[in-house]
């Protein structure tokens, strides 16, 4: 499969206090829609990997028919778990170049999904940009998403700790999940995983950062420098 690590995703309760925060951490950190409604920010580098601020309703349980009606089966069960587990890094995407071939791929391979859902949003300086992304039924497995399009990194970043990219994400993997897990992320050097008893993103390390953050305002999330 032709996938790599796009996002980290990172549920936090209030999105304008996340982003308070994280910059006072020394992030750039872009909101993905107008400030004043959205549910979802950026910390973004010159290339690979980034982090995603997210927040949800605090009564998305309540939609959770409503949410496997639009995205497929099991979509509700996992947006309803970033929200219940509390403060902390809930999701992983993998973005894949062959979007349509890789989720054949998937398929053929017995990984059950739900509906491609296609999506667009508008940036606050009024930009379009469209994607596509996919959940498997099982809400722990990292889900798929297409390239944004047009694509969104920026030609220059800079931010004040010194960060220059997402160099490293760890994860633990249940025995019912390794060997989807491995098949998904394939030969992606970023991810460092170990056997647990649950699917979940652990901690991330990010090259550049010249000093450990303080821990009071990271959302419940483990970034450490580069090792």
Known sequence: MRTR?????????DIHQAVQDFRQLGFTVDYATKEKSAQHA?????EGAIIELLTSPSNAQYFKWIIDLFAGRGAGRRMIRWSQEGEGF?????VSDDFDNDLSAMKREGVQTGRVIPWQRTKPNGQKTSFRFVYPR???LPF??????????PQE????????GLSKVHMEVSE???KTVQRLID????FNIKPGPTTKVTGIEVSGLRENLDPTLLHGSKINPAS
């Open 5 to 13: 690590c796009s996002h980290v995703l990172l549920w936090v309760e």
């Open 42 to 46: 950026h910390i973004w580098f010159r």
């Open 90 to 94: 809930c999701d992983v995407a993998l």
């Open 138 to 140: 099982s809400e722990r």
């Open 144 to 153: 798929i998403v297409s390239p944004y399009n047009p694509p969104q990194y």
């Open 157 to 164: 970043t800079n931010h004040k700790n010194g960060a220059t």
């Open 176 to 178: 019912q999940d390794w």
């Open 187 to 190: 030969k992606d050097s970023t």
